[in-house]
């Protein structure tokens, strides 16, 4: 039987002492059903099992990255779609619908748990970790500034309205991108496009904060798990003919390889069975939301077994 492996230490750091944490940890989650987690050893059976939550289908670029790194990985994706959208609401808000589907996930026993949402990161890490860890790793999303920032610049950051210039990501730029020629550039409206699959409110989202961006940009930052589901109209819409290519930088790839890590896996075929797929929709079980399979992550996950 697969014995569950001791976790290294994560490279994400252990927020200190936050009085939101220390708050929400005792509050009553009444958002949505959920169990009453789990407590002590669990038996694994022969396969790693990794768990996502996300406001909606942002989580798919990253299970999509978990799946091309171990086929064999079981998934359980637990999103909350009667939430959405989650931009608009309270921190405390975001805290409370974070720990209750992440309470859903953690119901199928999974060896690690990715915050594949930036909203949830940003607001709900610490209450999440004071949960689960150290019993269940806590992989949390962060901007990929500090690798565009080491290209070189100038680069620009595509967030929500709501991200952008907030004290948080201003402080990722201070700390990852001093001296390069940063950009922020509000996206209103293309999360819920890209959520919906609205093909003509992606164009016009798209097309506006490209508008926004300066044309000599280098790098764009993706801060928004939404957005690499269009990466390439993105990049269509940006690149400049004579200029080199645009580089994109999302976070999916990183926070799935470190969520390998934190398993004490590696990628690679595992034991070369089909790894399953189990769908927690505002925590009922479900199946994958019928715009999730307008993208071609969404279609790769979806072209496997269901969990057993």
Known sequence: MRQKKPCPNSSHSQAASDAAAVHTTALIRRSLPHGPGRRGPIDYGD???????DSGIGLLPAAAAVRRLRPDADLVLSSDPDG????????????????AIAEAAAAHHPEALIVACNTSSVHALPALRARFEPDLPIIGTVPAIKPAAAGGGPIAIWATPATTGSPYQRGLIEEFAG?????????PGLADAVQYADEAAIDRAVAAAAALTPRDVRA???????????????RAALQQPELP????????????????????????????????????????????????????????????????
């Open 220 to 234: 764009v930052v993706l801060g928004c798990t939404h957005y690499e589901l269009v990466g390439e109209r993105i």
């Open 245 to 308: 290519p645009l580089v994109l930088h999302g976070s999916a790839g990183a926070v799935a390889a470190q969520a390998l890590r934190r398993t004490g896996e590696l990628p690679g075929p595992g034991n070369g069975a089909e790894g399953g797929l189990t769908v927690i929709l505002s925590g009922r079980a479900s199946e994958l939301p019928v715009a999730a399979h307008t993208y071609a992550e969404g279609r790769l996950l979806a072209a496997v077994s269901p969990a057993r």
């Open 84 to 99: 959405l959208p989650w931009g608009p609401r309270s921190a405390e808000d975001v805290i409370q619908r974070s720990l």
């Open 179 to 187: 001296g390069v020629g940063v950009t922020e550039v509000p996206c």
């Open 47 to 53: 396969r790693v099992k990794i768990a996502l939550i």
